[in-house]
Structures are given as C-alpha cells and as structure tokens.
C-alpha cells in the first residue's frame, strides 16, 4: 500500500516560468510532508517542509501547499531555473522522526 | 570531513554471496535509516534505527539484516544477494524534532549478477 504517491513521473516546465509538483496521500497519520531534490549520483537533499496543522510554507522560491481534505500537497517553484532540473520527492513523516515514506518521486525538467 | 559516509561507492557481486554496506556519520545523530531506490518506486525504506542496540524493520525489509553497535555507524548485510536487490542503497540519519529532515550519504549502487 503506497502510503505517499506522485503520480507525474515526469514534468517539463520553461525556464522563468512555475513549476508545480504535486503529491497524494492516504495516511492521516503525518506530521509533518518534506519535500526533497535529488541531482544524478548524488544523495538527496531535503528542500522545505509543512507541519500538518498548517496549509502553506515558503522558502523563497519554494512553496508548499497542504490540503489536508483531499490529502494532497504541492511544490510551487518561482520562477524556475535550470539548476532545478532534477528529481523531487515528496515525502511524510511522523513527529518521532521514525519512519520517513517517500513517494516515487517526479523528474523535473527546465528548458530554455 | 563531518558528514554521513557510505562506502563503498559501488559494488557488483554475485546471487548467493554475503555483501555488508557500510554506513558511518559524525553528527552523533540519533535515528539512521536505509533505504533503497529504484525506478518507478522511488525510495523505499528498508530497515532503521533509533538508537544504538534498538533497529525496525521499513517497507521491505526481507533479505538484509542490520546492526548498530556504535551511534555512529549502521551497516546493512544482504546475507545471500539475490538479483532483485540490484539498486541503489542510501543511508541517512536525523535527530528527533526535525520533522523527518533527513541528511543523506551519496549512496551505494550495487550490482547482483
């Protein structure tokens, strides 16, 4: 049973313009959703994150969004910039920081 | 260099053979987890542990054996590979509080011929 799921293995965006990457999920139990950027050969980095009571999260570029109705969450990523080519996973975690489940994650692409 | 190390970097074996994945980090991080990555599946927790002496089993767990007699380090055993563990192993490690921000190692790509 995927816990976490991505359902766009891939996305191909225009550099300057905004990426939205999305993710589902089915257990209620979450305290908190990460999203992280993974480069070729490379481990992956965690990126930005939302508590479950909160809706919306903003780093900079990055924003997250939570429905917590639908059980969804995006990535909003303004403007994109070729140094965001990469694969994003999202993930959900528990508050005790025991088990982190990651979706299958989605490539995103940036193109000129 | 601080950090979280995983060596070594790539492996290739054959079915039936015993490989140990090493993993060892210096922030003296609490929880470690391993987790594989494959395609169409992203990454998948394999087996983690709160503290020395006390690991869980993750998603898919069958087929590796874990140990953690130091914080520090977290090796990951395949007793016997099979072809289907083929993929890319990572270890990574957290503290409690961070909301499941996890600090990876650059992986392990093992190959099972």
């Known amino acids: 049973d995927q816990q976490v799921k991505q359902n766009s293995p891939s996305l191909s965006v225009q550099e300057g313009r905004i990426s939205i990457l999305n993710c589902d999920y089915t257990n209620s139990m979450f305290d908190y959703f990460l999203w992280y950027k993974k480069y070729p050969a490379e481990g992956p980095t965690f990126l930005i994150s939302i508590s479950s009571i909160k809706d919306k999260n903003e780093d900079g570029r990055f924003t997250v969004f939570l429905n917590k109705s639908a059980k969804h969450l995006s990535l909003h990523i303004v403007p994109s910039q070729p140094g965001d080519s990469a694969v994003y996973f999202c993930a959900g975690s528990y508050s005790s920081a025991s088990k982190i489940i990651f979706g299958s994650g989605t490539r995103l692409s940036i193109r000129p | 260099d601080a950090g979280i190390t995983q060596s070594p970097r790539y492996k290739i074996t054959e079915t039936g053979r015993q490989v140990t994945l090493m993993c060892h980090q210096t922030?003296?991080?609490?929880?470690m987890f391993w987790y594989r990555q494959d395609l169409g599946h992203g990454l998948r927790l394999i087996y983690y542990s709160a503290a020395a002496d006390i690991t869980d089993k993750g998603e898919v767990p069958d087929g590796y054996v874990v140990s953690r007699s130091k914080t520090e380090n977290f090796p990951l055993t395949l007793e016997s590979a099979t072809r289907s563990q083929t993929s890319v192993y990572f270890c990574?490690?957290?503290?409690?509080?961070?909301?499941?921000?996890?600090?990876f190692g650059s992986g392990t790509q093992l190959s099972v011929l």
């Open positions: 990574a490690s957290s503290e409690p509080g961070q909301g499941g921000k996890l600090f």
């Open positions: 922030w003296s991080h609490s929880y």
